[in-house]
C-alpha cells in the first residue's frame, strides 16, 4: 500500500447532500440481483458504535441498513470465504485499508465509483474516510492531567507497574503495528526502543484480545492507563478518561469504504456509500462515536484531538509481522509456549 498522508485539516470543505446527489431511491428498493431482501443494503465492517450513521441513513432512504461487525484480524478470512460460498451477501465493505486492497487484488470491489470529495483520496475503488486512532488513554481520577505521560517512554516508568493495560501483540496485530511504528517514527535509535520495551515489560501490563477489551478496567479504577482508542472517551461517557500524549504524534490504522462487485443490492450499495462519505455521515461518526475522519474541519468533541497530528502505520508484509509476532513473544511472553 502506498504511504497514505494523513493531516486533519482545519480548512472548511462541505460537500453537496450525498443523498440527493445519489442514484433514485425507488432504484435503490427496486429487485436487482437478488429479490429475497428488498429496501436494504448489507454493511460489512470492523467498526463499533456506529448505529447513529445507520439509522440516519434508514431515516433518509426508507431503506433499511443492516451492519454485520467482523474483528480487523478475521476480516479479510471471513470474507473471502463467505463471498466465495455464498454465505455472505454484501452490498459494501468497510475495513482498514490493506484489507480493502487485498480484497480489490482478488477481483471483489466494483470499479469504478461515483465521484466523491477529493479528500476521500483518488482511488478508483476504494475511497479513504478515517483513521483507527491508538493513543493512551487513561483514568483521570487515577491520573491527573499534568502527571498524564508527556512522552510514550514516559509508559515504561515505573509509577506505572501493574497499572496498564493493553492488546497482546504477540495476537493483535494492530498493537504490533504501532509499537513497531513507535520504533521507526518516534524512537532516537532500536536500543532507546527496545529500552522502552523493557520499562514496559517490568511493568507488568495486564495483556486483553483487543482494543475494545481494555476500557472498561481504565474506567473501573483497576488499570490507570491503557494502550487503547481515545474515541472511548465518548462512547463510554461519563467514564473518566483522557487521552495522551498531546506533544507527539498520534499513529492509527487508515480506514476506508467500497461497494462489492457482487453487491445484490447495488444501486442501494452506491447510495448507502454515498452517504456514508457526507459530511452529514462524518459529523455524526466523529461526535457520537469518537472517529477520527479525514473530512475538513470535522473533530470529534475529544479536548485537544482537533490538534493532534494523526500518522499512519505502516503496512507490514506477513514476512514483517511473523518476525516482530516472534520478537515480541519472546519479549513480553519469554515462558510461553511457541504456538500459544
Not at 504501532?178 to 532516537?188: N, R, S
Not at 461519563?238 to 487508515?254: C, K, M, N
Request: one cysteine or more; aromatic letters at 8%.
Amino acid at each position: 500500500m502506498k504511504t497514505l498522508w494523513i493531516v486533519l485539516m482545519s480548512l472548511a470543505l462541505t460537500a453537496p447532500d450525498a443523498v440527493s446527489r445519489s442514484p433514485d431511491i425507488e432504484a435503490a428498493k427496486a429487485p436487482t440481483l437478488t429479490t429475497s431482501a428488498q429496501g436494504k443494503v448489507f454493511f460489512y465492517g470492523n467498526m463499533t458504535g456506529i448505529e447513529p450513521v445507520m439509522d440516519a441513513f434508514s431515516r433518509k432512504s426508507n431503506i433499511e441498513g443492516i451492519y454485520t461487525r467482523v474483528s480487523s484480524s478475521k476480516f479479510l478470512s471471513t470474507v473471502l470465504a463467505g463471498m466465495a460460498t455464498g454465505r455472505i451477501e454484501a452490498d459494501v465493505l468497510q475495513a482498514p485499508l490493506p484489507v480493502l486492497q487485498a480484497l480489490k487484488n482478488e477481483g471483489l470491489l466494483a470499479p469504478p465509483l461515483p465521484p466523491w470529495p477529493e479528500w476521500t483520496g483518488t482511488d478508483d475503488t476504494i475511497r479513504s474516510f478515517g483513521v483507527e486512532c491508538v493513543a493512551l488513554v487513561y483514568n483521570r481520577e487515577q491520573v491527573l492531567p499534568e502527571d498524564a505521560p508527556k512522552r510514550y517512554e514516559d509508559l515504561a516508568d515505573p509509577r506505572w507497574r501493574n497499572r496498564i493495560v493493553m492488546p497482546d501483540p504477540c495476537s493483535h496485530e494492530t498493537t504490533l503495528s504501532w509499537l513497531v511504528g513507535l520504533k521507526e517514527a518516534v524512537f532516537p535509535s532500536e536500543a532507546a526502543w527496545i529500552a522502552f520495551l523493557e520499562g514496559l515489560v517490568r511493568n507488568r501490563p495486564l495483556f486483553v484480545p483487543s482494543f475494545g477489551s481494555t476500557p472498561q478496567s481504565i474506567e473501573s479504577g483497576e488499570k490507570w492507563i491503557g494502550i487503547s482508542l481515545p474515541k472511548y472517551i465518548i462512547t463510554r461517557a461519563p467514564a473518566p478518561l483522557d487521552w495522551a500524549p498531546r506533544v507527539q504524534p498520534l499513529f492509527g490504522t487508515p480506514r476506508g469504504i467500497a461497494v462489492t462487485a457482487s453487491a445484490p443490492h447495488p444501486h442501494a450499495a452506491r447510495l448507502f456509500a454515498d452517504y456514508w462519505l457526507s459530511k452529514e455521515a462524518m459529523t455524526l461518526l466523529a461526535r457520537k462515536t469518537g472517529e477520527v475522519v479525514l473530512a475538513p474541519g470535522v473533530h470529534p468533541p475529544i479536548p485537544g484531538m482537533d490538534n493532534a497530528r494523526v500518522l499512519p502505520l505502516r503496512e507490514l508484509s506477513p514476512e514483517e509481522i511473523g518476525k516482530w509476532r516472534d520478537v515480541f513473544r519472546e519479549t513480553f511472553h519469554p515462558n510461553r509456549p511457541r504456538g500459544n
